[in-house]
T-cell receptor
Framework: AQTVTQSQPEMSVQEAETVTLSCTYDTSESNYYLFWYKQPPSRQMILVIRQEAYKQQNATENRFSVNFQKAAKSFSLKISDSQLGDTAMYFCAFRGSNYKLTFGKGTLLTVNP | DAGVIQSPRHEVTEMGQEVTLRCKPISGHNSLFWYRQTMMRGLELLIYFNNNVPIDDSGMPEDRFSAKMPNASFSTLKIQPSEPRDSAVYFC?????????????FGPGTRLTVT
């Protein structure tokens, strides 16, 4: 079974600075997908970024980018130029061949003015 | 785009009552997922439908829980009888499996409180 570990329960960052959220996973599959979801206080789950395991290039979406290290099974999220609206719970998720999303426990990110 | 629609947004009920949660997936999506989120267990997949057929219900906690998808645009999750430990946020998500990465799009969730 796949597992997803987010070792940072809480983090904080100053507005306009950069922050990196960590995620590691364990799987025996070679083809899979990784995702970061954001859950603001409204509790809506919002897809932030995705990474296909077969792609070596790290995904980027505006201020959000990932550092995908397949051998190390690591998938960190970097948020640049943090904004107050980035305050949310962030979940790392794994999807293998069975279409199930396995989520980490989440990291609560607070952006301070 | 309407997104995934869930109703009700909040439900408060007494122990022993029947609860029905509803979901309308994104038009054109062929897969639907029900998740439960609690502080203790995080986000858990309860059941997964593909083309209206239940594919994986291994996450359904017990026989009190049942889910149906009578057509491509509607699904229900029923709890009968409800118990206080069922209190959680229930999410429905949909996806287009077979066309690439298959990311899942979530509805706003239903917060269920069983007293």
């Amino acid at each position: 079974a796949q597992t997803v570990t987010q070792s940072q329960p809480e983090m904080s960052v100053q507005e306009a600075e950069t922050v990196t959220l960590s995620c590691t996973y364990d799987t025996s599959e070679s083809n899979y997908y990784l995702f970061w979801y954001k859950q603001p206080p409204s509790r809506q789950m919002i897809l932030v970024i995705r990474q296909e395991a077969y792609k070596q290039q790290n995904a980027t979406e505006n201020r959000f980018s990932v550092n995908f290290q397949k051998a190390a099974k690591s998938f960190s999220l970097k948020i640049s130029d943090s904004q107050l609206g980035d305050t949310a719970m962030y979940f790392c998720a794994f999807r293998g061949s069975n279409y199930k999303l396995t989520f980490g426990k989440g990291t609560l990110l607070t952006v301070n003015p | 785009d309407a997104g995934v629609i869930q109703s009700p947004r909040h439900e408060v009920t007494e122990m022993g009552q029947e609860v029905t949660l509803r979901c309308k997936p994104i038009s054109g999506h062929n897969s639907l997922f029900w998740y439960r989120q609690t502080m203790m267990r995080g986000l858990e997949l309860l059941i997964y439908f593909n083309n209206n057929v239940p594919i994986d219900d291994s996450g359904m906690p017990e026989d009190r829980f049942s889910a149906k998808m009578p057509n491509a645009s509607f699904s229900t999750l029923k709890i009968q009888p409800s118990e206080p430990r069922d209190s959680a946020v229930y999410f429905c998500a949909s996806s287009l499996v077979g066309m690439g990465v298959y990311e899942q799009y979530f509805g706003p969730g239903t917060r269920l409180t069983v007293t």
